[in-house]
């Protein structure tokens, strides 16, 4: 299997998930290829090709720092390849970390388009994620029940009414955010409240959303495959992200650690409302955050955490993603056409 991960920038990519599954598809003998969204090629009379960097097939990566290494090393190879070559182009790049690259934003999806329609796996699917590119808004797609109230908008009067209604505690962040950047916990003794809706909503949306109290507990994450939360051995992809000392949002770039997590009913009816659509649309590998009975997030765009694993003592789970991804390439081959690249994404 010919695969190719699409990251923001290859030179700068950092040990996490994307890096996990890189390896571990190198391990099982796959050709990977590496390649930032600025590394696609478009001629109206040629495929569209594509500056991959290239781990050599034979070094021997026995984890996913060394493969990074190599990646990022001058022995790697740098490869101008077709795309129409590839059995699988894998989007794992996070828009929302293209602060100063405004044109980088979209790239990465609309470039998948392009290559979906080559008859190339895209994962997920390509128009799907067009669809769910402001994750914040697809989540609003999703029943009342599983979520907490909220309201996305720029006027200020309205999020003022808001904050009265919620009792004057809610939380306030930008609707294009990642990381916990940029979010704050409003009570009726904040001072700044005007000067920072003035700031988000100079960046565009703002979301003011109910706070939950139980998110003084964490936040649990929950990595769904095909619409299923992945098992492995009786283990279950959950990470409890607990928050440190005097911080609400958990968020491990802001200090947060990991922790397990039991599947509770709660979590299982959250999925089993957002599973079919997640389904129906062809998001193949997506993250859930949720606190206690709602669900606060959801990640269809680079949704991580594998690299915690194990220090709560799960399996890497690498292994099982890449599984999955080699099943929809033979189920391609054997229908021959006949199941779209949105079937095929999701396809067990």
């Not at 930032?36 to 569209?48: K, L, W």
Request: aromatic residues 8%; contains cysteine.
């Amino acid at each position: 299997m010919k695969i190719c991960f699409v990251l923001n920038d290859v030179a700068t990519e950092a040990k996490g998930t994307s890096v996990a599954l890189m390896t571990m598809a190198h391990q099982r003998g796959h050709e990977v290829f590496a390649m930032g969204v600025g590394d696609f090629s478009f001629h109206h009379d040629a495929p569209i090709s594509i500056n991959a960097t290239q781990v050599p097939k034979n070094t021997k990566t026995k984890s996913t720092k060394k493969f990074l290494e190599a990646l990022q090393s001058s022995k790697a190879r740098k490869k101008k390849i077709d795309a129409t070559s590839l059995d699988v182009l894998f989007i794992r790049n996070n828009p929302t970390e293209e602060k100063e690259r405004q044109w980088a934003e979209q790239a990465g999806v609309a470039f998948g388009r392009m290559v979906q329609q080559l008859d190339v796996l895209v994962l997920n699917d390509a128009y799907a994620l067009s669809h769910a590119f402001i994750d914040k808004l697809y989540f609003e797609e999703l029943p009342p029940e599983i979520k907490p109230d909220s309201i996305i908008t720029r006027d200020k009067d309205q999020i003022l009414d808001f904050f009265e209604k919620q009792n004057k505690k809610m939380v306030l962040k930008p609707l294009e955010g990642s990381g916990g950047q940029d979010v704050y916990l409003i009570d009726e003794n904040e001072k700044n409240l005007n000067q920072i809706i003035e700031h988000l909503s100079s960046q565009g949306y703002v979301i003011a959303q109910e706070f939950l109290p139980d998110v003084k507990n964490g936040d649990v994450r929950v990595l769904l495959l095909n619409g299923k939360v992945m098992e492995k051995n009786g283990e279950k992809a959950i990470i409890r992200r607990v928050s440190g000392e005097g911080e609400f949002r958990s968020n491990f770039k802001l200090g947060a650690t990991a922790d397990s997590s039991d599947l509770t009913p709660e979590m299982k009816r959250i999925i089993s409302l957002t599973a079919p659509k997640l389904i129906r649309d062809g998001l193949f590998f997506v993250g859930l955050d949720i606190v206690k009975d709602k669900l606060i997030e959801i990640n269809v765009l680079s949704p991580g955490g594998m690299e915690r694993f194990k220090d709560i003592g799960l399996p890497p789970f690498t292994d099982y993603v890449i599984e999955a991804i080699e099943r929809k390439v033979e189920y391609k081959k054997q229908y021959e056409g006949q199941l779209s690249n949105r079937t095929l994404a999701t396809m067990e």
